[in-house]
Nanobody, 114 residues
Framework: QVQVVESGGGLVQPGGSLRLSCVVS????????VAWYRQVPGKERELVAD???????NYKNPMMGRVAISRDNANNTVYLQMNSLKVEDTGAYYC????????WGQGTQVTVSS
C-alpha cells in the first residue's frame, strides 16, 4: 500500500512562485516514477513533470521552463517548484505514484490571481 499526500498550494499573484510537496509513503519497491499533474478549469488532467526513482526528470508543456521537479529521498518527498505563475495556471495539482500499482493524491489547489 502506498500513500500520496500533496501540500503547498495556495493563492499567489501572477508572476509569483509556489513550491508543492508530495510525500510518498508505504512500500516502495522496484522501479517507480512520481509525477505531478494538473487540471485547470475546462481541460483534462495533464502531466506537468515527473521524476524517476533514479532521479531522471521529464517535463511537459504547458509549464516547461517555469517548473522544476526534485526529490528528497531521505524524506520520500517530491517537490514541484513553480515560477512565473500565470492566471491560467490556476487549478488543482495532483501527485501520482506510478509503480507496480498506481496511486493518486487528493490534490492541492493553486490559485493565481491579483
Amino acid at each position: 500500500q502506498v500513500q500520496v499526500v500533496e501540500s503547498g498550494g495556495g493563492l499567489v499573484q501572477p508572476g509569483g512562485s509556489l513550491r508543492l510537496s508530495c510525500v510518498v509513503s508505504g512500500t516502495l519497491t522496484g522501479f517507480y516514477v512520481v509525477a505531478w499533474y494538473r487540471q485547470v478549469p475546462g481541460k483534462e488532467r495533464e502531466l506537468v513533470a515527473d521524476i524517476s526513482k533514479f532521479g531522471i526528470t521529464n517535463y511537459k508543456n504547458p509549464m516547461m521552463g517555469r517548473v522544476a521537479i526534485s526529490r528528497d529521498n531521505a524524506n520520500n518527498t517530491v517537490y514541484l517548484q513553480m515560477n512565473s505563475l500565470k492566471v491560467e495556471d490556476t487549478g488543482a495539482y495532483y501527485c501520482r505514484y506510478v509503480g507496480a500499482t498506481d496511486y493518486w493524491g487528493q490534490g492541492t489547489q493553486v490559485t493565481v490571481s491579483s
